[in-house]
């Protein structure tokens, strides 16, 4: 008999195997949360997760392989999402893949985004004067963290002012404001491996003052015990270095529909 060997990526391995497949399980169990508690459309099967909310905000519509795909057996994926989407409004959405794939047809690659890591423990430094960070607790908070949400700036971030996202198993998050206008967020998924660090946005004018960082330091202590991962841009990088994350891999993100 040939034995089957572990590689990481099995549909029994646990998802404490690795880092790396911790935050990919993480990341889709993350969306699909969201779609969840909003409603959203949603494809999952052996090889990749799916979510279609509707609106143009890019981070509520998107797509991740669960594992590695040989090149042979990626078109008939890209296929299937081609086709899950095609079926709802028609927005724009994006796929993350943990490892490089060939060109994909009909989609533009939007970049290869750094993954990072930072162990667990340690204190953040003190709040910026005027500076007040809360965690979100009901709807109201969450209607806040969507105002804050439209740092990026992004269309419709409004799809996040639900109180059925923030009641969802492992899923926290925190608005910063100041003089009490939600300036800044930063959110939280809290899974077996990490504390997966999402939805960091800062809106311009309070951009450069810390703001942004004191956000991300909640979520990233979310769970002291727990190190910390998140996906960033290659400007955010040297933030997320102070902070003391490290680099580990760059990720590929493709993009679909109208901005593929």
Not at 205 to 228: C, E, F, Q, S
Not at 241 to 254: H, S
Request: hydrophobic fraction near 45%; charge should be negative.
């Amino acid at each position: 008999m040939t034995e089957t060997l572990e590689d990481g990526w099995g549909a029994t391995t646990p998802e404490s195997d690795s880092l790396l497949r911790g935050f990919v399980n993480g990341f889709g169990n993350l969306i699909s949360a969201v779609a969840r508690a909003t409603g959203a459309r949603m494809l999952e099967d052996d090889d990749v997760i799916a979510v279609d909310s509707g609106t143009e905000f890019f981070l509520a519509n998107g797509a991740v392989l669960r594992h590695p795909l040989r090149d042979a057996d990626l078109p008939a994926v890209i296929e299937r999402l081609h086709e899950f989407f095609a079926a709802g409004a028609g927005v724009a959405w994006m796929l993350l893949s943990a490892w490089p794939t060939p060109p994909i047809d009909g989609m533009g690659l939007i970049g290869h985004p750094p993954l990072m890591l930072r162990p667990a423990g340690g204190e953040p430094p003190a709040t910026p004067p005027g500076l007040v960070v809360r965690e979100v607790v009901d709807g109201t908070g969450m209607a806040d963290f969507a105002r804050a949400l439209a740092g990026y700036p992004a269309p419709q971030t409004e799809v996040f002012a639900n109180q059925g996202i923030v009641d969802q198993p492992g899923l926290r998050f925190w608005v910063g404001y100041l003089d009490d206008r939600p300036v800044a967020c930063a959110g939280a998924h809290v899974t077996d491996v990490c504390n997966e660090v999402e939805y960091v946005a800062a809106h311009e004018d309070v951009r450069g003052r810390g703001i942004g960082a004191a956000v991300t330091w909640a979520a990233t202590l979310a769970d002291p015990a727990k190190p910390a991962m998140l996906i960033a841009s290659d400007p955010g990088q040297p933030v997320y270095e102070r902070m003391g994350y490290l680099r580990l891999m760059r990720m590929t993100m493709w993009g679909g529909g109208p901005a593929g």
